[in-house]
């Protein structure tokens, strides 16, 4: 690429801390990370080194306590709740490592109604989730329900759901923590494919080492802060 992408998530100097009974447990003391656009980057760290707490403070679901994120440039921490809702709304993607679907409502459903709240009208979004999940290849179980469908099937899904409203960044909670070695591959082989195909920036944590060598870049959490993975 000839220009520069531009930078659509940065946190800088970020510090987060739980209050345990008897001390604080400091989580992040400082970190600095940048996303540009179309960039996937695995975050690699131990249980409990704070890789949740980092996508939900990247995901503006919750504050941090110290430091600043910045979505496009813009600084969220100045945000009122109304705000930072309609950025997760429309900027924003998460997948958990569970799929987190809603269980009364058909695949095709739980793909629309991140889109009919943001306002489009049903038809448009039927449509636009017809084709995501096409694309990601689970188009023929689009009128089942999630407990109808497999675990990889249920991810995917809940990947067309996340990218549903075309947000800048997607954020990736172990998304095939709960699948097994094959299927883990062809749900990170579709995620990164829609990533590619749409320049989508993409934050995913994950223990799998096979699928983080094959992202643009490594990451991990030491000591609170975020530094490059080196094996
Ligand atoms: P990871 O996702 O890397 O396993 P987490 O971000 O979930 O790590 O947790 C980091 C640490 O913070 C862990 O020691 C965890 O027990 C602690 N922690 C996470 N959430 C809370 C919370 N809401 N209250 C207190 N401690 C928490
Ligand atoms: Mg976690």
Not at 113 to 132: C, D, H, N, T, W
Not at 160 to 171: F, G
């Given at each position: 690429?000839?220009?520069?992408?531009?930078?659509?998530?940065?946190?800088?100097?970020?510090?987060?801390?739980?209050?345990?009974?008897?001390?604080?447990?400091?989580?992040?003391?400082?970190?600095?990370?940048?996303?540009?656009?179309?960039?996937m980057?695995a975050?690699?760290?131990?249980?409990?080194?704070?890789?949740?707490?980092?996508?939900?403070?990247?995901?503006?679901?919750?504050?941090?306590?110290?430091?600043?994120?910045?979505?496009?440039?813009?600084?969220?921490?100045?945000?009122?709740?109304?705000?930072?809702?309609?950025?997760?709304?429309?900027?924003?993607?998460?997948v958990?490592?569970?799929?987190?679907?809603?269980?009364?409502?058909?695949?095709?459903?739980?793909?629309?109604?991140?889109?009919?709240?943001?306002?489009?009208?049903?038809?448009?979004?039927?449509?636009?989730?017809?084709?995501?999940?096409?694309?990601?290849?689970?188009?023929?179980?689009?009128?089942?329900?999630?407990?109808?469908?497999?675990?990889g099937?249920?991810q995917r899904?809940?990947i067309?759901?996340?990218?549903?409203?075309?947000?800048?960044?997607?954020?990736a909670?172990?998304p095939t923590?709960?699948l097994?070695p094959e299927t883990s591959g062809y749900v990170f082989e579709a995620l990164s494919a829609l990533a590619?195909?749409?320049?989508?920036?993409s934050?995913v944590?994950t223990?799998n080492?096979a699928l983080a060598e094959r992202m643009?870049?490594?990451?991990?959490?030491?000591?609170?802060?975020?530094?490059?993975?080196?094996?």
């Open positions: 690429m000839m220009t520069a992408s531009r930078t659509v998530l940065r946190l800088q100097g970020v510090r987060h801390a739980y209050q345990e009974v008897d001390r604080k447990l400091e989580i992040l003391k400082g970190a600095d990370f940048e996303l540009k656009a179309g960039e980057v975050l690699v760290a131990p249980s409990g080194a704070g890789k949740s707490t980092l996508l939900h403070l990247a995901g503006l679901l919750e504050r941090p306590e110290g430091g600043e994120i910045y979505i496009s440039g813009k600084a969220c921490g100045t945000l009122s709740d109304g705000e930072r809702t309609a950025r997760r709304r429309n900027d924003i993607g998460f958990y490592q569970f799929h987190h679907l809603l269980p009364e409502f058909s695949a095709l459903e739980n793909v629309m109604i991140p889109q009919m709240i943001r306002g489009l009208s049903k038809s448009v979004a039927a449509e636009r989730a017809r084709q995501l999940l096409d694309y990601l290849r689970v188009g023929p179980r689009a009128d089942h329900r999630p407990a109808e469908l497999s675990g099937e249920q899904v809940a067309a759901r996340a990218v549903a409203n075309a947000p800048l960044v997607l954020l909670d172990e923590g709960n097994d590619r195909q749409s320049g989508l920036a934050l944590a223990h080492h643009d870049r490594v990451v991990t959490l030491e000591d609170g802060l975020i530094v490059p993975w080196s094996a």
